[in-house]
């Protein structure tokens, strides 16, 4: 069974139109830690046929953005005020899985980070790294 | 009539699946500068309405590289390594407008920022400001 | 005559251990921009004889911070949250200058960046690029 | 007995006359990690009495770039070419570590983070996190 915050995190995850259509899919939340996959497509791709940066870097802010949002308060959500990428490899493979750990949870600010791996069969590879701070806001739904 | 860097953009600009999927269209190529629109739509949106940060990193992202692409030689291509962005203000309008231009253009690498405005009317509102840094790579085609 | 944000922006630089260890100097403060001077010598040094990028990103940092001080309330002052710095050229010179610049004054967040110019005779050149983002908090003094 | 490598990092280390005149130490070096210490000073302090986030940057910078170095071959140095860093606490306590380790190690360019704690009695607290990038260059002598 799902707590509550992993069932809200799968409710907003449901409402972001452009994860949808870039064909990102939410795998796991966890308190301090959220999981996204996205398997390369047209859909997400640049012109050289690897994922582009702004999906990657889409699935990972996401990831980082969940993965403090399940740290705050009900009636609190959170927003993405700056974040820094690096693309370590390129983006190409099976599937790319973003996961979001919290480093640093504060009351207005709250730094995460995520990890992209590259997965093609029994290999993973590191292909890009957030660090990402997000800003506590109240809302009424995310 | 356009140039042959201006013609090499607009190929590649064609061949990107996301800028597809979520909308983006080029608007202008200058040498060090490049402009990408986008009207924020169900494709590109996120839970609360507003553009996804994803989407908005596409755009200044893809127009910071080819920024840094036109003041390239013909057998060069770039690749983004890193890049950092600060998101501003809330990205809703009738239209984002993203424009980078290159701050250091080097032989290896290259540095450019982007600038995101939300456009309603007659108002522009500054979203969006990102700094990138881009590696020379040769290519066969962009 | 200076105004009160100024010598405010004054007295604190002159408690500033250490920018007086590196040999910084205040030179112009006015709303939302303030520069900064450093002559590298032996106590900003990198082991290449350039200054030390912790020296750089110190003047950079305290522009951009100090500007976004100008714009607050007599009873806030600012907290760098975090900041990107890419550095451009190696900094040499017969003298650093960093200007800082908000780009977005918020009451919680304000975005500035600062630019790191080497000075040399007639000619002047872009050593860095920063962008930070401060954080207003109540303060008894600076 | 220490490495060549070692070896390296410390004549290198002694010649950076802006970390002399903070009070930084060399603690630790081995290949892709090196770890560097401050204690805080009125040379490395800012107006509040925290450690000026210029003195947290350049030992993070340091360490990051250092391990860096560690992996590279002995014709090769390392320059920075941009970081971003999040202060994540008040840079106080009775001293500062910052480790910094190889995220991916290139031919042209590496990626690498820093960790820096404040240390007082039993308790360590994270007060900052660094990912630079760096690139290798031919060197006569570091």
């Avoid at 907003?12 to 870039?22: K, Y």
């Avoid at 504060?106 to 093609?120: D, E, F, M």
């Amino acid at each position: 069974m799902e707590t509550r915050q992993a069932e809200r995190v799968r409710a907003s995850f449901g409402r972001q139109g452009l994860l949808q259509a870039i064909g990102a899919t939410l795998i796991d939340v966890r308190p301090g830690s959220v999981t996204i996959e996205l398997c390369p497509g047209p859909s997400n791709r640049q012109q050289h046929g690897y994922v582009h940066v702004g999906a990657v870097s889409a699935i990972a802010d996401t990831a980082a953005g969940y993965a403090a949002q399940t740290l705050m308060p009900e009636d609190r959500t959170v927003l993405t005020t700056e974040f820094k990428i690096n693309l370590l490899a390129p983006a190409v493979g099976e599937r790319l899985v973003a996961t979001g750990e919290v480093v640093k949870a504060g009351r207005t600010l709250t730094v995460a980070q995520a990890k992209v791996y590259a997965i093609s069969g029994e290999t993973r590879k590191l292909v890009a790294l957030l660090t990402a701070t997000l800003i506590a806001v109240d809302h009424a739904e995310d």
